[in-house]
């Protein structure tokens, strides 16, 4: 059973301190509503798995990044920026992203309505939801609690966790990675409630970046299980099969067993629905991802044969296609699939969730599911013995095959392998190491011997400056203003975590 929290324990957002968002402070809270193993969705839904051919899992990434750009240096969304420089670059767009960060609380509720049986999965950054907040959008905030949080809504719509400030996993110090996806679990429980945060299982890494560092993704893992999170999407290429093969044609379109080993040759595993293709928006914006499931079928799965889900995630709000040609599609698809029958059966839309507890009622085991891991870690395991690994024979192993091989690396891998999120800028990768570094020293032993020392105001405030500094934004625009307010995020936490030394 899940422990009852009293609703006087609730992160609200009056709770502010001097502008700082909810982020800290209410582990024991968040850990006790989100580990359980209640079903979700499976109370609520409207399909049965018998009835389903195949299925399409679309999600929308949403993202702004928190930048010190106000009139006084404040700390703003990049969003409030746009808005206030307007005849910059392309920020005469900032009303219809503002406008796409709102619409699914109007087109979820017109379908339903409508007689249709709508499915949505949403990832929205903690750096986009403070800002809606900073900027006073509670139009846009209250159309989401709408369908967040009406109970007739529930059934259609589920949210996923992601790092709160948007930082790639596969460079972000080991130590901070628990400490996003908790701010991320903070933030939405102070918006959404933590009935709302209960149903949140599944996560979305941002820039669906998986590293494969063995310790690396071993801590990645371990910390989404033990925030309460059962499964996590990844993209096809960032994975591989155990023998150092690719996914087979037939694996991307049902549930995976990621499998992390350390250098100590411990291991842990999570489900994975794998996202299939590319990144580009056309796939959502246009619904590929219904015209390719009608294409798929059932398979065999233990002793059970189910349906093939094709999973994919785009940015919500990004381009043109994504901004005018989804509302079109994406109701002329849901009217199709009620005039075809109610989108019920056949081929369906159906939620990551959802689909996993329908599996998992019928009879489907998390040990049935073919089983991969993160990409090029077959050629370690293949000079070290996993049984008789220490960190030292693992790191030798790296070591010699950056030397050898030229495809290898251990950069983790994202939507796309034309951008790194590490070449090129040790202007921002040096100093957020040092700036975790210092962080962790500071507090580390205090909130050990305390845990309430993260309610503190200047705990808030150093976490805050060490998770801003991490998000990718500032290392995916290049050299510039971008890397400018990645130096002053950390002048500022450094003054903090030193000058308060």
């Known amino acids: 059973m899940t422990a009852t929290v009293p609703s006087t324990n609730l992160p609200t957002l009056e709770d502010f301190r001097s502008g700082l968002p909810n982020i800290c402070g209410w582990e024991t809270e968040i850990s006790s509503v989100v580990n ?67 619409r699914m609380g109007e087109f979820i509720p017109q379908l339903v309505w409508e007689g249709c049986n709508p499915r949505i999965m949403l990832d929205y950054s903690g750096n986009l939801l403070w800002g809606l907040r900073q900027m006073g959008r509670e139009d846009i905030l209250n159309n989401l609690k709408r369908i967040t949080c009406d109970s007739q809504y529930q059934p259609y719509v589920e949210w996923l966790g992601t790092m709160w400030s948007h930082a790639v996993v596969p460079s972000t110090p080991i130590p901070d990675i628990k400490l996003h996806i908790q701010a991320w679990q903070h933030y939405f429980a102070a918006i959404f409630g933590y009935d709302a945060l209960k149903r949140v299982k599944g996560f979305s890494p941002p820039e669906m970046h998986l590293p494969n560092h063995p310790d690396t993704l071993y ?17 096809e290429h960032s994975v591989e099969n155990l023998d150092g093969s690719g996914l087979s044609h037939e694996q991307k379109y049902i549930p995976n067993r990621l499998v992390a080993r350390n250098s100590k040759g411990e291991t842990i595993s999570i489900t994975a629905l794998i996202k299939t293709q590319g990144s580009d928006t056309k796939l959502v914006a246009q619904m590929q991802p219904y015209f390719e499931a009608k294409g798929r079928g059932k398979q065999q799965l233990g002793n059970l044969s189910v349906p093939s889900v094709v999973t994919q995630i785009a940015d919500g709000e990004n381009g043109g296609v994504m901004m005018n040609e989804y509302p079109r599609d994406f109701f002329r698809i849901y009217h199709e699939l009620r005039d075809q029958g109610g989108g019920r059966t056949g081929v369906v839309p ?8 329908l599996m998992e009622a019928a009879g489907v085991n998390c040990e049935d599911y073919p089983t991969c891991q993160g990409i090029n870690q077959h050629k370690i395991w293949q000079r070290v013995d996993p049984d008789h690994a220490t960190p030292e024979t693992v790191e ?15 950069d983790g891998a994202s939507w796309t392998n034309s951008l790194s999120w590490v ?79």
């Not at 969705?41 to 049965?48: D, I, W």
């Not at 159906?350 to 507890?357: A, F, M, S």
């Open 219 to 235: 801590e990645y893992i371990k910390a989404l299980k033990e925030c309460g999170y059962r499964w996590l999407m990844v993209q």
């Open 36 to 102: 359980h193993n209640e079903p979700v969705f499976l109370p609520r839904t409207n399909l049965r798995l018998e009835d389903i051919t195949a299925g399409f899992a679309c999600a929308l990434h949403m993202h702004q990044p928190t930048i010190p750009a106000g009139a006084n240096g404040e700390l703003i969304s990049n969003l409030q920026h746009m808005f206030e420089h307007p005849n910059q670059g392309d920020n005469h767009n900032a009303e219809p992203f503002a406008w796409c960060y709102s």
């Open 396 to 410: 030798k192993a790296i070591a010699q095959l950056k030397e050898t091989d030229h495809q290898f690396h251990m």
């Open 350 to 357: 159906i939620n990551g969730t959802e689909y996993l507890e």
């Open 423 to 501: 070449k090129g800028y040790e202007n921002v990768l040096g100093p957020m190491t040092q700036l975790s570094a210092a962080f962790h020293q500071k507090y580390d032993s205090l909130v050990q011997q305390d845990a309430s020392v993260t309610k503190q105001f200047e705990y808030q405030q150093a976490l805050l400056y060490n998770l801003l500094l991490q998000t990718s934004c500032f290392r995916y625009w290049g050299q510039g203003t971008w890397t400018d307010y990645a130096r002053e995020f950390y002048r500022r936490g450094e003054a903090l975590l030193v000058g308060n030394g």
